[in-house]
């Protein structure tokens, strides 16, 4: 195997594009539209690419669910990280028919929930016709995405990061998770580490969100656990894609679902420690690979969904990804 120094350059999320500092918020177009005019997004709106939120819900069109990302209210206790202003992401429950009309359009979650992610718009007063695309143009190798936050959740809620990139509509495998649980009250840093991508991207997405997003994990979903965001970064990579993956990474999970042993078999990179998480970001266990094999055994696992994070012998994130349990 031949491991490669790759050049790393540190830039902003195309700031003119998703407002990184957050310190742009305008009324959205489609909220006034239906007499909704003190509602402030993060630089969204209708016919525009950037943050994209669950406000516009908020309307009678909509189906009048509660605001769920704001301008912080973190200004008269804390000194914002960077600038004037910070995302203020909250969960809240979404009324039945706001949960109906964004799964028609494809945002499947929960309807518990508190968001905010990259995304395209658009909506045509003319048809009464909604468009939602998620991410923006991005064709830079991610390797991490940097933010600053701090986190107030309600019981045993848990907050997260995801990132993953797209080739002409389908996910490459660059991809990153980060999730918190604790008490966060002062402004700390994130980092979500991306997966090595095996082509060029052209769409980045990102999502935030103050709560799981899984309509199977409603009992973690807490109404009221607040996640704050400010100063979002990428680090990228200077080098080629011929010359960051001079191996592809390959990772056979079976039987999945499981019922009583989950296996691993790597190829492509040497592995050398996978975690396991369960679907609230608890870490469960840390296991040592031998020879890219590796058996666990899952009779103490309940139902559900799982994560694992692999790891390189420096402790470097070579990938994540999840299997299920069924008894």
Not at 105 to 130: C, K, P, Q
Not at 229 to 253: F, H, Q
Request: with cysteine; proline share 3%.
């Amino acid at each position: 195997m031949v491991y490669l120094a790759v050049p790393r350059v540190h830039a902003q999320v195309i700031d003119t594009v998703t407002n990184a500092n957050f310190e742009v918020w305008n009324v959205d177009a489609l909220e006034s539209t239906f007499g909704v005019d003190s509602i402030y997004d993060p630089n969204n709106g209708y016919s525009t690419t950037g943050w994209w939120d669950l406000n516009m819900l908020n309307t009678s069109f909509a189906g009048g669910s509660p605001v769920s990302v704001r301008r912080d209210s973190l200004k008269v206790k804390h000194k914002d990280y960077k600038g004037r202003y910070s995302a203020e992401i909250s969960t809240v429950i979404l009324t039945h028919s706001s949960d109906s009309i964004i799964n028609k359009y494809g945002i499947n979650y929960s309807d518990t929930v508190g968001i905010m992610l990259t995304a395209n718009i658009s909506y045509s007063i003319l048809h009464s016709s909604l468009s939602i695309t998620r991410g923006i143009p991005y064709t830079a190798q991610m390797l991490q995405l940097n933010f600053w936050y701090q986190y107030a959740p309600v019981g045993n809620d848990t907050a997260w990061c995801f990132v993953y990139l797209k080739k002409k509509g389908k996910v490459i495998s660059a991809t990153g998770v980060w999730f918190q649980q604790q008490l966060t009250n002062s402004w700390t840093p994130g980092t979500v580490s991306i997966t090595k991508a095996t082509a060029v991207p052209d769409t980045a997405v990102i999502i935030f969100s103050s709560s799981t997003l899984k309509k199977s994990n409603s009992k973690s979903q807490h109404p009221g656990s607040t996640f704050w965001i400010d100063s979002v970064t990428t680090v990228n990579s200077s080098a080629g894609i011929n010359e960051i993956n001079t191996n592809k990474l390959n990772v056979n999970v079976y039987p999945d679902p499981a019922k009583t042993i989950v296996n691993f078999t790597i190829t492509g990179e040497t592995a050398n420690t996978i975690e396991m998480y369960d679907v609230t970001g608890r870490i469960l266990s840390s296991y040592p690979v031998r020879n890219n094999l590796l058996s666990v055994s899952v009779l103490n696992y309940n139902t559900g969904l799982y994560f694992y994070r692999l790891l390189d012998k420096s402790g470097a994130l070579l990938t994540t990804g999840k299997f299920s349990v069924v008894k």
